[in-house]
């Protein structure tokens, strides 16, 4: 071993290598100047030093012995704009200087999750992605909890409202929903490309949902004798072996049994 090394434990600071914390890989793998290339090492001394630490290293190659200094990289903040359906609030977030902030970015704050909408660099410009150290301000939207508008529609009076939903719940049209122990129909499902009355769409994908209140039963049942006989006639009552299909869902071009042949008109 290098006799310097043994008198105060460390060599010279010409020697030393500055790495990142996480440059150093497992094993105490890290580049050696001598063998250049990234080897093992035997730990031989260490002392923190502030939030980081010097370690004297042997490599187990060559037995050269250096120091490396581990040090955290510098903390900077950044002040996000986080949006929560109408509201907002600022927030001043402390992020590595050398990480890499990129649009639709997830992360946690105030126990939830949100996605970077907006990078603006310090030169005004927006980007996709930006060096944390060069970033201004950026914003984001909360992503594990939406919205979705709602339009209730009941008889000719409609009236809107929200409905905060996790993000993986998802919707279907023409399907019933329970609001506020009342049951609604969804009538349609706007995307923003267009309307579905039938298809399934998750509730990040919604832009409005309207909701129609279900036909009351009582407004279909028979109210004289001659309604309740229809009605049986067409299954509605109960089991009918024979139910006679109404006129409006009979196929075009098919005549029924019991049409009454017209007469022959007189010479």
Do not use: W
């Given at each position: 071993?290098?006799?310097?090394?043994?008198?105060?434990?460390?060599?010279?600071?010409?020697?030393?290598?500055?790495?990142?914390?996480?440059?150093?890989?497992?094993?105490?793998?890290?580049?050696?100047?001598?063998?250049?290339?990234?080897?093992?090492?035997?730990?031989?001394?260490?002392?923190?030093?502030?939030?980081?630490?010097?370690?004297?290293?042997?490599?187990?190659?060559?037995?050269?012995?250096?120091?490396?200094?581990?040090?955290?990289?510098?903390?900077v903040k950044i002040p996000f704009v986080l949006t929560e359906g109408p509201s907002s609030m600022t927030r001043v977030i402390e992020i590595d200087s050398d990480e890499v902030l990129e649009r639709e970015d997830v992360f946690q704050e105030e126990d939830k999750l949100w996605s970077i909408n907006q990078i603006e660099h310090k030169d005004g410009r927006l980007l996709k992605y930006c060096l944390a150290s060069d970033i201004a301000r950026a914003s984001a939207l909360r992503c594990d909890m939406v919205r979705v508008k709602l339009t209730m529609t009941r008889g000719e009076d409609s009236t809107a409202d929200v409905l905060v939903v996790p993000a993986e719940t998802t919707y279907t049209a023409g399907h019933l929903i329970e609001l506020d122990d009342q049951t609604w129909r969804i009538r349609a499902i706007h995307t923003g490309r267009g309307r579905t009355l039938r298809g399934t769409v998750e509730a990040p994908d919604i832009k409005r949902m309207y909701l129609h209140e279900p036909p009351n039963p009582e407004y279909f049942a028979p109210r004289t004798p001659r309604e309740r006989r229809q009605a049986w006639k067409e299954g509605k009552l109960g089991f009918n072996p024979n139910p006679i299909l109404p006129k409006e869902i009979v196929k075009k071009g098919v005549t029924p049994s019991n049409k009454r042949k017209q007469k022959k008109p007189r010479r």
């Open positions: 071993m290098d006799e310097r090394a043994e008198e105060d434990g460390f060599i010279e600071e010409d020697d030393a290598e500055f790495l990142e914390e996480d440059e150093v890989l497992l094993e105490n793998a890290v580049l050696c100047p001598t063998c250049n290339e990234m080897t093992g090492h035997l730990i031989l001394n260490e002392k923190p030093k502030g939030s980081g630490a010097d370690y004297l290293l042997q490599c187990e190659d060559c037995s050269k012995v250096h120091k490396v200094h581990i040090r955290p990289p510098p903390v």
